[in-house]
């Protein structure tokens, strides 16, 4: 019997038969190399981080091969289990479409189980922008979408019964004509602004006189 041990999803996996192994000789450097990664647990995580790196972008060239508008993919959560994208939107639902894309996905069919799609001013990897977004954007019965019944994951614990998963995607874009939707922008910060003291000073002492 083996296990449980501490797993990607920040939980303990179950304990399982495995194979038992007989070592009859171990070769070794003088000088050896340790090299090990923390896995497991809910924080940021040295696998994590590298594995982020190559499942970002291998979901954004897949994805920007078809869909040419999108700007960025961030999958840097437990493995893309929750991945944001940013894209232009061309046409009414679009953001629907493009999450179905990335759920056909090599690794999205098992991995990215909620997908968040927002516009392209919106960064996804600036978790205050994606909540603007998702809170002044989603209309919960038109913008949020449940798929039942896809590929689910041994290691998940929501998944672990029957292996049996769903989608959950959530569109955070404005709507395109001929959709109805109050236009707004993102409001950023000012890079560089005028100290306007001096001015307001002299103004002051102008309407004193």
Known sequence: MEGPFGEFT????GVNNACRMVVKRVTHRVN???DSMCLG????KE?????????????YRQLKNDMPEIKAVNATYQHGMTTIISARMRCPGYAKTIAMRLASTPHGTDYCRNIIIVDEEVDPFNLNEVMWAMSTRVR???DVIVIPGTPGLPLLPADTKVLIGRKLIIDATTPVAPDEFRPTRLIRPYKVSKDWRDDL??????MQK
């Not at 920040?10 to 996996?13: D, K, T, V």
């Not at 647990?41 to 940021?44: A, D, F, N, Q």
């Not at 000073?201 to 102008?206: A, D, K």
């Open 10 to 13: 920040g939980s303990y996996s």
């Open 32 to 34: 050896p190399i340790y």
């Open 41 to 44: 647990g809910i924080s940021e």
């Open 47 to 59: 696998s994590e981080n590298i594995l982020a790196l190559n499942t970002c972008s291998a979901l």
């Open 140 to 142: 919960g019965s038109e």
């Open 201 to 206: 000073r002299r103004l002051h002492r102008e």
